[in-house]
T-cell receptor, first 117, second 112 residues
Framework: DAGVIQSPRHEVTEMGQEVTLRCKPISGHNSLFWYRQTMMRGLELLIYFNNNVPIDDSGMPEDRFSAKMPNASFSTLKIQPSEPRDSAVYFC???????????????FGPGTRLTVL | GENVEQHPSTLSVQEGDSAVIKCTYSDSASNYFPWYKQELGKGPQLIIDIRSNVGEKKDQRIAVTLNKTAKHFSLHITETQPEDSAVYFCAARGEYGNKLVFGAGTILRVKS
């Protein structure tokens, strides 16, 4: 199993540009999570999907951030326009959940290190 | 909502000694508590977890204890080795849903 795949691994862009981060979850998993990690705020959940449907987007910081999951094997996190304070490592994670109260491990991808100049 | 506090923020131990990391949570309905290890340049990886219906769980050199009354849980690593050096995160999840709330992390350094 290839695990959770994220691309790109590193992204350097200028303020105001659009940034798109990509994630391929583990095959068969039905939940997908986007996290942001910074020194100041630690590991924060931005949004998560169940069966391709966004369930909780309360962590999305601003309207500049949007996430989609068009099918079970692909998700994107887009920032438009990007700002220097968006610089962080963005992780995608996936899990397989049978019922709401299941205790299912979240498998993290290697992350995308985003630098906005 | 849930709030998870983690201590200490950094921990240095001599190889072979034990390391203990402690976390407290605020939501008494939380019922699942995983611990993740993050190595440099990698994503967090689950190392052990505990459910609210047990007080202790052990896996080789790693153990986790849970005190539901006090709402705190701890990670214990015995006979530490240099490869245990990493950032460790605790997390808690509420009764329903899949949302994990993470602690701020502990940088563990094992000196050889």
């Amino acid at each position: 199993d290839a695990g959770v795949i994220q691309s790109p691994r590193h992204e350097v862009t200028e303020m105001g540009q659009e940034v798109t981060l990509r994630c391929k979850p583990i095959s068969g998993h039905n939940s997908l999570f986007w996290y942001r990690q910074t020194m100041m705020r630690g590991l924060e959940l931005l949004i998560y999907f169940n069966n391709n449907v966004p369930i909780d987007d309360s962590g999305m910081p601003e309207d500049r951030f949007s996430a989609k999951m068009p099918n079970a094997s692909f998700s994107t996190l887009k920032i438009q326009p990007s700002e220097p304070r968006d610089s962080a490592v963005y992780f995608c994670a996936s899990s397989f959940v049978v019922v709401r109260s299941s205790y299912n491990e979240q498998f993290f991808g290697p992350g995308t290190r985003l630098t906005v100049l | 909502g849930e709030n998870v506090e983690q201590h200490p923020s950094t921990l240095s131990v001599q190889e072979g000694d034990s390391a203990v990391i402690k976390c407290t949570y605020s939501d008494s309905a939380s019922n699942y508590f995983p611990w993740y290890k993050q190595e440099l340049g990698k994503g967090p990886q689950l190392i052990i977890d505990i459910r609210s219906n047990v007080g202790e769980k052990k896996d080789q050199r790693i153990a986790v204890t849970l005190n539901k009354t006090a709402k705190h849980f701890s990670l214990h690593i015995t006979e530490t080795q240099p490869e245990d050096s990493a950032v460790y995160f605790c997390a808690a999840r509420g009764e329903y849903g899949n949302k994990l709330v993470f602690g701020a992390g502990t940088i563990l350094r094992v000196k050889s």
